[in-house]
């Protein structure tokens, strides 16, 4: 009978609490979304949209690169973790304060946001930055493999904003007022998260703010922050070109599209967070441990990707029509353009987080930099002939270049091309071991 060591069965009892969080989550996300896009129709679901897309523009000063540095550290050194995460409460409390500010005075100055409605539904989702800070104890809990803290705050807080907006749509309240939900969601959560430290969690009331450490964790973070912003605008700026360059009903039918495409980045994003701290110990005992387990990981994140391309490209239509309505449907065709980049999304975030456990962190920016300029530029190009699917192009081929073929260009991470190019070609070491056994 196999037996498990209590490593893996923490490790998998935290991606398990995670995942459930995530189902949740996804599930009332995806219902109440759908039901709020039926109500707004495009051209008001195009602006909402739009201006989500703007604030998250300004996300990263509130995280300021830290996240993954912050789990490092609390993994590197247990005994100063109430150090740890009060220095990095504050630098992020700071940095949403400065997010906020310039989120709302870059709408006040450029049109069309300075005008209309678009300009308060900026500066209402921006207000809900200023509770990201509580976000610290999301990276408490990953670094010591707590995550159902934060899944519990997660479903209290998902559940009141999302009967918050199942209500605005029985009254036909404004679209300005969903922009306020979203603000509530991050209040209902820094709330809960809080008092869930609070009641069991002794580091809460011992948190201190240390300068020194500060300018350390900023020292390496640096380049994550540029990072972050050049994830954020080969992520996000799509939207925003589309809005000024086709107006809010493209964004309307573009969102719906990449809500279906993005609802699956979780699970990359979920379980390379759960197994960052059994990488950061695996690379402690050698390349050749870290790189295996990389490789095993890169190969379960492909085969992932496949079965959710192939669905889609089969019942993408119908996905559509089901979820969205036929005032929708000219979102199936830059759906199955826009989902082909999960491949690349997974591969991105696996090179990223051992990037940082190499702590070279000024690499991972230059490769994400150049995806973002190759997507301003394709965007540019492609959506006055195309609309939605040229950015959905766009977006496709920056994601590859920059989570793929860049590894090839550079020495150090020519491994992890070769990793990914087998992990590409999983079904087809499929086939040959079955064949030659």
């Known amino acids: 009978m196999m037996r498990f060591s209590q490593g893996f069965k923490r490790y998998f009892a935290n991606t398990s609490w995670s995942m459930a969080e995530r189902f949740f989550s996804l599930t009332a996300g995806i219902a109440v979304g759908i039901c709020v896009a039926r109500y ?55 940095g949403a304060l400065l997010a906020v500010i310039a989120a709302c005075s870059f709408a006040w100055l450029m049109p069309p946001c300075n005008s209309g409605y678009e300009l308060a539904l900026v500066c209402w989702i921006s207000a809900g930055i200023v509770f990201d800070a509580i976000g610290v ?58 008092l869930i430290h609070r009641m069991f969690s002794r580091v809460f009331g011992r948190l201190s703010f240390r300068a020194t450490l500060a300018f350390e964790m900023l020292s390496d973070s640096w380049p994550l922050v540029l990072s972050s912003f050049a994830v954020i605008i080969y992520m996000k700026i799509d939207q925003v070109m589309l809005r000024y360059m086709t107006g809010p009903s493209g964004v309307g039918i573009y969102a719906a599209a990449v809500k279906i495409s993005e609802m699956w980045y979780f699970f990359p994003v979920l379980l390379t967070q759960s197994l960052f701290p059994a990488i950061v110990s695996a690379q402690k005992r050698g390349d050749h441990e870290c790189r295996s ?145």
């Not at 990276?139 to 934060?150: C, E, G, I």
């Not at 209290?156 to 904003?161: G, L, M, N, P």
């Not at 605005?168 to 809080?194: C, E, N, P, Q």
């Open 40 to 94: 707004l129709g495009p051209e008001r679901f195009g602006s909402l949209n739009f201006a989500a897309s703007f604030v998250v523009l300004f996300l990263p000063l509130t995280h300021l690169g830290l996240d993954g540095i912050v789990v490092r550290e609390l993994v590197r050194r247990p005994e100063e973790q109430d150090i740890v995460l009060g220095t990095a409460f504050w630098l992020r409390a700071a």
């Open 137 to 194: 104890f999301d990276l408490y809990n990953q670094a010591n493999v707590k995550m159902k803290y934060s899944c519990v705050a997660s479903v209290i807080a998902c559940t009141v904003s999302s009967c918050m907006k199942i209500y605005l749509i029985f009254v036909s309240a404004s679209v300005v007022w969903f922009a306020i939900a979203d603000t509530i969601y991050k209040l209902a959560r820094f709330l809960s998260l809080g």
């Open 293 to 437: 387990r990389i490789q095993r990981l890169l190969v379960l994140l492909t085969a992932f990707s496949y079965m959710v391309i192939a669905v889609v490209f089969l019942f993408g239509d119908e996905i559509v029509s089901l979820a969205f309505g036929a005032h929708y449907s000219g979102a199936a065709a830059i759906l199955r353009i826009h989902i082909v980049a999960l491949i690349f999304v997974c591969f991105g975030v696996v090179r990223g987080k051992w990037l940082l456990v190499e702590n070279r962190t000024v690499l991972a920016f230059w490769c994400t930099f150049a995806g973002s300029v190759l997507n301003i530029a394709a965007n540019l190009f492609l959506i006055p002939s195309y609309g939605g699917a040229g950015a959905a192009w766009a977006t496709l081929v920056s994601y590859a270049v920059s989570g793929y073929f860049l590894d090839a260009t550079v020495g150090s991470m020519r491994w992890m091309f070769v990793a990914k190019t087998r992990a590409l070609l999983l079904m087809a070491g499929q086939y040959v071991s079955i064949r030659n056994g």
